[in-house]
T-cell receptor, first 110, second 112 residues
Framework: GNSVTQMEGPVTLSEEAFLTINCTYT??????LFWYVQYPGEGLQLLLK?????DKGSNKGFEATYRKETTSFHLEKGSVQVSDSAVYFC?????????FGAGTTVTVRA | KAGVTQTPRYLIKTRGQQVTLSCSPI?????VSWYQQTPGQGLQFLFE???????NKGNFPGRFSGRQFSNSRSEMNVSTLELGDSALYLC???????????FGQGTRLTVV
């Protein structure tokens, strides 16, 4: 079946540091890929998406590129802020169902 | 445009009781899906509905059920509650297919 594997956290960074969260997937075919973010006490917010190979999704300074060759969709941000502290989930959709990674907790210190 | 609305936000129930959770999707969205989030198991898919038809179902016992109404609003029901059903239940709506899903704030269910 389809699955998503994320790098384990937690990740602690200083403000303005570079953030990378690794995500790889296993799927039949070429599903759409997503990154969601969850702030404490809230639901999931869509951060960015990519629907086909080599697509780059971007939003709020975050970027991720759909890499078919390496079955990866790594999330990056060049300069994080304290407000980026949250849990990040990589996901794919197939057969009307989202499959999520375990989530990576990111804490950014001032 | 209003987002996905889930009610209630918090719920405390006793073992053996049943509970119904409600979800109103974004206007125009016909697909509604439900997920359970727990610290141990993460985010797990419960079921998905499109135009009142269940198109996919996750690996949960029959105590978990759902339905969708003609206005796309959806409910999920859990009967004979167990302590392990304590979780954040998230509803998501989308236009269907491979498009992105938008989530509500969730219902926090605590079973005591």
């Amino acid at each position: 079946g389809n699955s998503v594997t994320q790098m384990e956290g937690p990740v602690t960074l200083s403000e303005e540091a570079f953030l990378t969260i690794n995500c790889t997937y296993t799927a039949t075919g070429y599903p759409s890929l997503f990154w969601y973010v969850q702030y404490p006490g809230e639901g999931l917010q869509l951060l960015l998406k990519a629907t086909k190979a080599d697509d780059k999704g971007s939003n709020k300074g975050f970027e991720a590129t759909y890499r078919k060759e390496t079955t990866s969709f790594h999330l990056e941000k060049g300069s994080v802020q304290v407000s980026d502290s949250a849990v990040y989930f990589c996901a794919l959709i197939d057969d009307y169902k989202l499959s999520f990674g375990a989530g990576t907790t990111v804490t950014v210190r001032a | 445009k209003a987002g996905v609305t889930q009610t209630p936000r918090y719920l405390i129930k006793t073992r053996g009781q049943q509970v119904t959770l409600s979800c109103s999707p974004i206007s125009g969205h016909r697909s509604v899906s439900w997920y359970q989030q727990t610290p141990g198991q993460g985010l797990q898919f419960l079921f998905e509905y499109f135009s009142e038809t269940q198109r996919n179902k996750g690996n949960f016992p029959g105590r978990f059920s759902g339905r969708q109404f003609s206005n796309s609003r959806s409910e999920m029901n859990v009967s004979t509650l167990e302590l392990g059903d304590s979780a954040l239940y998230l509803c998501a709506s989308s236009g269907g297919g491979r498009t992105e899903a938008f989530f509500g704030q969730g219902t926090r269910l605590t079973v005591v």
